[in-house]
């Protein structure tokens, strides 16, 4: 919790009256597709799950003031810590593929992407959302 809640909280009370006196600001945290539910990660879904909850009442909250809080949930990622844990060719590998209808992991730019778009004004109606970036790995399990 202190490392997936708490800097996102305290970051946007920092910012926060800034963005209220400029009635402009996105908030964007990112979360996780393990929130759907995944076996082995519980301290950790609970934590992103929480982070959601989070976002989705900070635009409820601050949605008058023109600020915008959305989060992004990405599905597997190539990464370096993805790979130090599920390295090419294992078993753990194959589990998380299995999963993900486009049969591949996502690519850094890719959520960086999804991230720009919020950012920018062509998601100034966009609030309270969840983003889910996953190559269809939630389908059918929302």
Known sequence: MDFNI???????QALLPATRAAHFGR??????LVTRGLAFRFSYAA???????MT???AIELAANRITANAVAPGPTESELFRANNPRGTEE???YLRRVPMERFAQ????????????SNAAAYSTGQTFLVDG??????L
């Open 56 to 58: 989705r009442t900070m």
């Open 47 to 53: 934590a992103k799950a929480a982070l959601e909850s």
């Open 93 to 95: 590998e194959v589990r």
């Open 108 to 119: 850094p730019a890719e959520i960086v992407g999804t991230v720009a778009f919020l950012a």
């Open 136 to 141: 269809g790995a939630s389908l059918g399990t």
């Open 6 to 12: 708490r800097p996102a909280l305290q970051l946007t």
């Open 27 to 32: 908030i964007i945290n990112i979360t996780s």
